[in-house]
Each structure stands twice: as C-alpha cells, then as structure tokens.
C-alpha cells in the first residue's frame, strides 16, 4: 500500500486528485496540506511513502518544501505537481530532490504510474512531459561547470552508456534489455554512477547529464 499525501493550495485539486486516486488499488491517501510548512507539519505526524506536490503556494512553496524534506532521515519521495507552461520553479525542485514531474491534468492511468514507480524506488523521468520540461530549461542554461564534467570524466564507458539510458527514461529492466545485461548488473552501474557523479537519485543524474551536454536537448 502506498501511503500518499496532497500538497496544493487549491482545494479543488487536492478534491479532483483525492476522488481520483482513492478509487486506485494500493494507494492510500493520508493526509492533505495547503502549503509546504503545513506539508513539513503534516509530515513530523504521519508516515508517508509519496508525497505529490504543488510548485507554487503561499508561505512556502513546493522547491523549499522538498529541499527541506530531503534533509529529513528516510524522507518520502516527492512528485512535483505543475501545469505546462514550462514553470522553471518545478526544474528547481528536481534539483532539490524531487523524483519527478507530474502534469496537473495528466491521465489518472499516468499519475497512479508515476506514484508506484517513485514507490518503487525509481525515478519519474520517463514520461515525455518530463522530458520536454528538462529540455525547455536546458536550452537556457549553460552546458554544465567544469566540476560536474569532470566527475562525468570518472564514468567508465559502459556507465556513460548506462547514464544516456537512464536519461532516456528507461528503467533497470529496459536497460538490461538494450544492453544485453542482467537487471542486477545495471543497479549496480547505477549506484555506481550516482556515487561518482555525488548525486542522490536517479533524477539528479539525469539533470546533470542534460546540463553537461552528455545528452543533449531532445535526444531520445
């Protein structure tokens, strides 16, 4: 069972959401909180798996919120909420420790997907709303700092190949087919190119990679 709570300071998406995912098997919602202090409140309470999570709210928003939650010890992991008009705010909160976007109007089957996969231990970068958001702020951004190409630099070829996959949006399993490798072997590149890079998930990687231009802005 997935224990979830909803940060959003509009009641009428925290309603939409809970009437939506309650009719989900195996997701449980166990809390709401209108902004991110009450959010950090709530969380000090109860136990929580996933928490999805609004960008911008009064008093503190979803970035800080997040930066706060993964402080914490053993914090639940964080889909950020955000509408398509490319919300720079929402790319911060990945940097932050956010596992993931979702769109606000994303099809149910996409929202209970992203919500067990990020319970599941993975990252939400898969979905191509993901993508084109990290895209859009790439773009504008510079290529990356001479520090993080220089941790790239300590990647073997086989982990560059494993990280540009893993960008991709492919998980373990999709990897291990591409390159011919069991599931087990590509966890442990992963962890391994997460402790070079000193980079805390998945997500962080992938935002690394695109601002190092190892992979470059609409690269599938």
């Not at 224990?3 to 939409?16: A, F, H, K, N, S």
């Not at 999805?52 to 010890?73: F, H, N, S, Y």
């Not at 950020?80 to 008009?85: C, G, P, Q, V, Y």
């Not at 997500?203 to 190892?214: F, I, K, M, N, S």
């Amino acid at each position: 069972m997935v224990r979830l709570v909803l940060v959003d300071d509009q009641e009428m998406i925290r309603m939409g959401l809970r009437m939506v995912l309650e009719s989900q098997p195996g997701i449980e919602i166990v809390g709401e909180a209108h902004d991110g202090e009450a959010a950090l409140e709530l969380l000090e309470r109860i136990e929580a798996d996933v928490v999805l999570m609004d960008v911008r709210m009064p008093r503190m928003g979803g970035v800080e919120a997040t930066r706060r939650l993964a402080e914490r010890e053993d914090p639940p992991s964080v889909l950020i909420l955000t509408t398509f008009d490319l919300d720079e705010y929402a790319y911060d909160a990945l940097q932050a420790g956010a596992s993931g976007f979702l769109l606000k109007d994303a099809p149910v089957e996409d929202i209970t997907a992203a919500i067990r996969h990020v319970h599941a231990g993975d990252a939400v970068v898969a979905p191509s709303t993901t993508r084109r958001l990290l895209d859009h702020f790439t773009r504008a951004r510079p290529a990356g700092t001479r520090d993080a190409g220089a941790r790239l630099e300590q990647l073997t070829p086989r982990e560059h190949e494993v990280l540009r996959l893993v960008a991709r949006g492919l998980s373990n399993a999709e990897i291990a087919a591409e390159l011919v490798l069991a599931e087990g072997t590509v966890k442990v590149h992963v962890g391994r190119i997460l402790a070079k890079l000193g980079v805390r998930d998945r997500v962080q990687a992938v935002v690394l990679a695109y601002e190092t231009g190892l992979v470059e802005a609409g690269e599938r």
